[in-house]
């Protein structure tokens, strides 16, 4: 009795399955065949030429696994602009990012992301992929809303929460709820003045006074702001003379 249990056949077909996927990730990282093939477990190289006649979708595969070793890196980062390209397409066509990473002929997420930071081309493409995205999810969940019915309801609800969701991660130029703010006002400031003194003197008379600057806030240029009385200066040693003469 093989109730509940796979059939013969479809263990076989699990098991090249395993092996064919194995075989073309290897292939597209640019091992060759040769030493792939040359692994216990694993087949030939005529095996693999007869599963791809046999095969459609393993021959469709294991081309793309033979382009993907064939191309050569066009900067030091391994970028490739044809994967970047099909990345872009796939993301726009509805597929998440983590799962086109899942490929085996697609670099991991780490490497989608460096590209993304050092090829500000790739990275504005890759936005706009996203936000084309947010437009489907917007168009699926308005599809939705006009089917639901009262069975449907709730059911509806948590789905179009969730679209909404991801549309406003996708593109949160184009579909996030923008919240209104007061703009940033200025910052406050803090202007110290300083005043200088100097002491002119008349040119006839001889007589001193002091004279005062302050600097304009606006120009910060020095302003004369005040004007001592004139006065005569004093002679030390005539000072001196006057005071010994006068005596105690």
Request: hydrophobic share 40%; aromatic share 6%.
């Amino acid at each position: 009795d093989n109730t509940g249990r796979a059939s013969p056949c479809a263990r076989v077909c699990a098991v090249l399955g395993h092996v064919a996927r194995v075989v073309c990730a290897r292939r597209a990282a640019a091992e060759s065949l040769a030493s792939i093939c040359s692994e216990p477990g694993l087949p030939s190289a005529q095996s693999l030429t007869r599963w791809a006649r046999r095969y459609p979708g393993f021959g469709r595969i294991f081309d793309r696994a033979k382009a993907q070793a064939a191309r050569k890196p066009v900067s030091g980062q391994g970028f490739c602009p044809a994967t970047a390209n099909e990345a872009v397409a796939r993301v726009s066509q509805g597929e998440m990012l983590t799962t086109i990473a899942a490929d085996p002929l697609v670099p991991s997420l780490r490497t989608i992301y460096r590209w993304k930071a050092d090829h500000p081309e790739f990275a504005e493409d890759m936005r706009l992929a996203r936000e084309a995205l947010a437009e489907r999810f917007s168009d699926l969940g308005w599809k939705m809303a006009l089917e639901a019915t009262p069975q449907t309801a709730f059911l509806t609800q948590v789905r179009l929460k969730q679209l909404r969701w991801a549309a406003a991660v996708l593109g949160p130029r184009t579909h996030a709820r923008l919240k209104a703010y007061a703009p940033p006002g200025l910052p406050e400031s803090t202007t110290i003045l300083s005043r200088h003194f100097k002491i002119e003197v008349h040119p006839e008379t001889g007589q001193h006074r002091v004279v005062g600057y302050t600097a304009d806030p606006d120009t910060m240029l020095p302003v004369r702001t005040s004007d001592g009385e004139r006065k005569t200066p004093i002679d030390p040693p005539a000072k001196m003379d006057a005071i010994m003469e006068a005596g105690p």
